[in-house]
């Protein structure tokens, strides 16, 4: 196999167990929708760092699309703030203008000469296919680094997750804390975008973990189930993408659907068809029981 190839499949698989496990924590916080916002967010961020760089660079991608992930993140905030248009409302109105915006910045650059030849077309579906080696070494750094900081901070996670009064109580710094996390969740969105793409990088944030969700109860094994799940869907979407010549982006997300289906239904506590299973063996044993105590009367 060609060494890029590994790169690539290598840095699919630290960017899906990075996702997952980020994700597990963002899914219990209600903030699913924080994701989305933020990898449409990014698009007009890019735009411009391409504009001011003159030519495609994906760490300069990267930081415009972060800077203008947290300028969509102040925006919500001062709606939500100071007016009474509730969250999910200013997500969406934040969403639409921004994502608006870079489509128009994007259309405008390939209107232009050199344009087709920037890049930016690929972080609408993602193409993981077009990661050079500098990108991918970008892109395997900044996963790394957020899976550290996420298992460092695990416990600390975990408390401002589950009872924020409790963790205020004992003096833990919450509000640095969601400030971490919520960095977390931009990070992983904005690295995510030339592989997975704007459009569908929220999905690979939060299906994970809502199939791991259906496993276990523990914070722990979700964590690691979801990160798993997301490896696994980045490199099998990665593979396919790169034999079939097709966006790399719809081919994670519906391999991760794939995972999260299998999940719902055949989960051995929480699915559906075990539940059915459960309950007809519940309704067997409670009707033998019911059969024995009735001939008992009868003799």
């Avoid at 100071?82 to 203008?97: F, N, Q």
């Amino acid at each position: 196999m060609d060494i890029n190839v590994q790169w690539v499949f290598t840095s699919m698989a630290l960017l899906g167990l990075a996702s997952g496990m980020i994700g597990t924590f963002a899914l219990l916080k209600k903030q699913s929708l924080i994701g989305d916002a933020m990898a449409h967010a990014a698009l007009p961020g890019i735009c411009i760092a391409f504009l001011l760089y003159g030519q495609k660079s994906l760490l300069f991608f990267f930081i415009g699309a972060a800077c203008s992930g947290y300028v969509a993140t102040a925006c919500i905030q001062f709606i939500v703030k100071h007016t009474r248009i509730k969250e999910d409302a200013a997500i969406g109105i934040v969403l639409s203008v921004f994502f608006g915006l870079g489509i128009v910045l994007l259309t405008w650059i390939n209107q232009h000469e050199g344009g087709n030849q920037s890049g930016i077309n690929d972080f609408l579906f993602g193409k993981a296919a077009s990661l050079t080696g500098s990108d991918v070494n970008v892109l395997a750094v900044t996963t790394i680094t957020m899976i550290i900081i996420t298992s460092v901070f695990f416990k600390e996670f975990k408390i401002i997750t589950f009872d924020r009064a409790f963790a205020q109580g004992i003096g833990v710094p919450v509000s640095l804390l969601n400030g971490v996390l919520m960095f977390l969740i931009v990070s992983v969105v904005v690295v995510g975008l030339q592989a997975v793409g704007v459009v569908l990088m929220s999905a690979l944030l939060i299906t994970p973990a809502l199939a791991a969700r259906y496993w276990t109860e523990k914070l722990e094994w979700m964590t690691l189930l979801a990160g798993g799940f997301g490896a696994l869907s980045g490199v099998v979407g990665a593979y396919v993408s790169l034999v079939a010549y097709v966006p790399t982006g719809p081919l994670v997300i519906i391999f991760a659907t794939m995972l999260f289906v299998c999940s719902f239904l055949f989960a051995p506590k929480r699915g559906v068809l075990s539940k059915m299973i459960r309950q007809y063996i519940q309704r067997r044993k409670v009707r033998s029981k019911q059969l024995v105590y009735k001939r008992g009367e009868q003799l």
